[in-house]
């Protein structure tokens, strides 16, 4: 995987743009850190590319709730408790 500078895609695009298609991904970075990721994509695998990518967010997402959930000791409360929680949330939506 082929990480390019903010700097580099403004002031190289078309070496970039050429060079996609090979690297398949490529990570932008702004000062050292990572922010965007560039993956080639064409007609006919625009939805699908998408799907991933959103189901792949969502995976994640789900994985850090699990991971704070554990932290916080949900993962010992009692069917009891679990609704408790469920009402409460309920409760305050409405």
Do not use: C, H, Y
Not at 76 to 87: H, T, Y
């Amino acid at each position: 995987m082929k990480f390019i500078t903010v700097r580099d895609l403004r002031t190289s695009p078309a070496k970039i743009w050429k060079e996609l298609p090979e690297e398949q991904e490529m990570v932008i970075t702004n000062n050292g850190k990572p922010i965007a990721l560039l993956t080639p994509i064409g007609d006919s695998n625009l939805e699908e590319t998408l799907s991933s990518i959103r189901q792949a967010r969502a995976m994640n997402a789900v994985k850090l709730m699990q991971q704070i959930s554990l932290k916080k000791g949900n993962d010992k409360m009692s069917i009891d408790e679990i609704e408790e929680e469920i009402r409460k949330a309920r409760q305050e939506s409405r």
